[in-house]
């Protein structure tokens, strides 16, 4: 691919008009319109979620979730390993960390579900207002 002289990667074309870019956005948004529609149809739903927060919102809590609980087990059972490697106390010191860390999973997994449930009323208190 030859550039043209002065030209950057990605720069625009400098013969398109700004009349011509407008018109190819308004081509693309009513190509997308009826690509939607079209889906619509053959599916009978939309392509977009019916109500906020239902679909990656709560993915994404779902998700923390499962990283806090496998986090603070795997970080408790990692400490008390180390520790039981350098004071020679195997395997206790990794049964207390795995034990410690279950507890701090299910707590921070707590605190996670209570601030879902305080973002959850707040929203349904603006609702109802």
């Known amino acids: 691919m030859q550039r043209r002289p002065g030209g ?3 720069a625009e074309h400098p013969a398109m008009a700004e009349g011509d870019r407008k018109t190819a956005s308004d081509d693309l948004d009513k190509r997308l319109k009826g ?5 619509e149809e053959g599916t009978g739903r939309s392509s977009k979620p ?3 927060g239902t679909g990656g919102e709560k993915l994404g809590v779902g998700m923390r979730i499962a990283v806090e ?4 087990v795997v ?3 990692f400490i008390g390993l ?3 490697h350098w004071l020679g106390t195997k395997p206790w010191l990794l049964i207390v960390g795995f034990i410690l860390g279950c507890c701090a999973a299910f707590l921070n997994v707590y605190r996670v579900a209570q601030a879902e449930e ?3 009323k707040a929203a ?3 609702k109802k207002s």
């Open 8 to 10: 950057k990667p990605g």
């Open 35 to 39: 690509v939607r529609q079209a889906y």
């Open 50 to 52: 019916t109500t906020p």
């Open 69 to 72: 609980m496998v986090a603070g």
């Open 75 to 77: 970080a408790g059972a």
């Open 82 to 84: 180390m520790a039981d």
């Open 118 to 120: 305080r973002r959850n």
């Open 124 to 126: 349904s208190a603006v």
